[in-house]
């Protein structure tokens, strides 16, 4: 391993361990602002959203498959709840999409 490599490790060592210290740091009481608290709840749910969405669309063969994925995986989602249902209801919306009309 190069010199190169190591100055790599060595960066992205204290980039990762200042991310998960910092917070520490910064907020050492309680935080009891409202908005604050409410925005911090709401982060893991983004972040997921954010990485999980391309992927959706991304993942078939097509965009159009992918979206009437999520379309109908939303719509199940939404009527019956569980996650193996909305999953495989998914999957064969994107199988008879891409049997059938071949986009």
Known sequence: MGKNTYTALLIMTLTIYAIRVIP?????????????????????????AVMTFPAILNATSSVWS????????????????????????????VFLLELFLVV
Do not use: M, Q
């Not at 740091?25 to 997921?48: A, C, G, Q």
């Not at 009437?68 to 999957?91: E, H, K, M, P």
């Open 66 to 93: 992918g979206t009437l994925a999520l379309a109908v995986g939303i719509t199940v989602a939404l009527i019956r709840g569980d996650l193996f249902t909305v999953a495989i209801s998914a999957c064969i919306a």
């Open 24 to 48: 520490f740091v910064i907020f050492r009481r309680e935080i009891k602002n409202k908005w604050v608290r409410s925005f911090l709840y709401y982060v893991p749910y983004v972040t997921l």
